[in-house]
């Protein structure tokens, strides 16, 4: 893994900030000198945002708010803001935001692991250095960099296991809105930080996150994964249309779909080498890479039906040619039809079910459509497979005709 | 004092008929100038104050915080004054409007002194960094475009007070706001600790120290707050100030207001956190809302 080197960027509240023309207040005042001047400059300035609820700054219970968006050029931003305790005025609610910016090729490098990153960063905070300056990019080497991206790493954490469930299933239902965790913030973030290790590169690559969102609805757009401590601190009533809620305490919306339906139920389960075995399928499939047959693992109905939810040309294919784990899935799907008729529509005989497919051929049987299945008898009808099936075709066929609608001769 | 409070005809008396009754208030100043501890303090006045003064026992004078971020704004802030710290600093972002409802709100006109109005006053407070540059007021404070009334506050003890900095921070909200139609307010803040130093802010020695009005002499207090913008106008003009081109641009029936919010000097304690020495204290805070009220048509 190579070592890193990104740019930096750092905000607070100066009296004289790297750009003089400013004055005093709330700015950029540092940064690495290639930011200068370019939209993502902006952008990190427009995210540097953090603010604390009164009761919870009169409480002391001051949070630290992680983020991790996608900029403008295409880069990513990765960053941390706390309490900087006063400004130069002697007022509370100054803050230190300090964000690193990290190209899509090296969050690859570190497994795209943000939390990697944070855990790993030199964070600046109100201790150190405020004096406008260019910084040098942060180096950081790849040994200091941990790499825990998979399933199994998250089955080591310590997790809220039916929390994480909830979310994956929200987040694969949200239809673009962002979705809003409700609930202790520290529990959420490891929560947020495990879906970096179960969920297929896809999804993984589309997660951005902020783990302290009071006041941030104007920052929507930026997060898919947003996080609050109570419903008092969420996005006011008529905002929350905006996002899906996962509410720690509360029964949300169930999941819809099968993969939500499914992935919600097997992290619940913390049926890790299952989850782990179906992404490693999905992620091969969206690669266009084959998939050995003993990497499945044993049908179950859920899985199936999100594979075929998810990539349902792929899966297909991935059937061909073998007849135990086609005739296991038929067997299990509940909606087994479509995949039987995919299959019959697109396929020969031998193709789809290997030369010895005869236990593949009855399960084809008992889940395709009659007409389907007529059909495609009909149009094989010379392979020797289907040999023992032929005979039900006629029988079958003048019944049909003889139910059709047509006018009978008198 | 040059102003004098004598009785002639009054155009500041004289009622809108069409005034909104929902009005929209964007507060405006450069960072540090004292626009949230001027809003905490104007609703601490209020709260107080005016409720008292205002007294009516089948009417009485309320005001609330309609909106949840009013609830956060000014309940917050003023829990805060209350137990004698300053509200925190405005974190750099879109600001929610903060809605205050106030109602029994007398009138001045003498015939209309049996009815008392009600009025939504939507506050919008931001950090005065974004004032800095064209795009960010643009970026984040485009609720100018539909303010009512601006609000703009100059601390004059600040270093970066000048009539140059105060002429290009309203030229800048005039340009990027559109605000042709706003009602325009110079309020210049810290009196408690001006009246002592400046000649010229002598003239604030004689209302001080401040006392709510009663409806029966709001008369006579908007005399004085004529008085006082004219007399402050006046102040603006000194050519040492060199605030000529600013006046000159703004629109005829801008009202000049001095208030002091706190009504004396915060001090920092030990760990560098500024603290109230007492408990508030404000004065004339309640000028600027009362412009408000007028332009309203409710009081």
Redesign the interface.
Known sequence: MPSLSLSQHLFS?VTQGLFK???????TVACTPELRDTADLTAL??A????V??ER?QGGDLPVKELFYRLPSGRFAVGRMDDA???????????CAHQLVVSAEHLEAIGWQPFALLDAAPWCGVADDLTPRLLEPCSLSSATVADPASASAASSMKLDQQLLGRVAAALSEADGRTVLIVGNEARTRSVIRALFAVLPSRERREITFCTHFF?GN?YRSLFKVASVATRGEAP?AGDTDAYRVVDHERVGTPPALPYGIWIEDALKGGRWIEVSAVHGILDRFRQGQPVPEADFPPPAPAWAAALQYCEPDAFARALLGRPLLLAGVLDHLPKREALAERLLRQYAPPELCGPDGTIAVTALRAAAKPKHWMGWLKRHREEPLLGPYLEELEPAWKKLAANLPWPRRS | MTGGCTRRKDHSLVIPLLGARERTVATVG???HGKTVFLASLFWDSFFALSESFHHERDPFTVRAVS?RAD?VFY?HA??LHEL??????????P?PAVLEFSGVPCAEKRWWRTRGTVRLAFYDI???VF??DALTR?YAPYLAQADDIVFLFDPTQP?FSALTAARLVDRVHRVGRTGRANIQIVLAKMDELREQDEWAEMVNEFWPDNPPFPELLPEYFLQMEALSRTLRLWWLDPKRNAQALIANLPKETRFCAVSSLGHR?Q?DA????MLTQPPKPFRVRDPLFWIFRAAGVM
Do not use: K
């Open positions: 509240s023309e400013r004055g005093r207040g709330f700015q300035e427009e540097s945002f953090f603010a609820s009164p700054r305790r006063i400004d130069s005025l002697g007022r509370d609610g100054n803050y006041e104007p006011a | 450069l960072s540090g949840p956060d917050g829990q805060r710290g300053v509200p925190p600093a405005n974190p750099r972002t879109r929610d950090a005065g960094e800095a540059s970026e970066d915060p920092p760990t560098g956190r500024m």
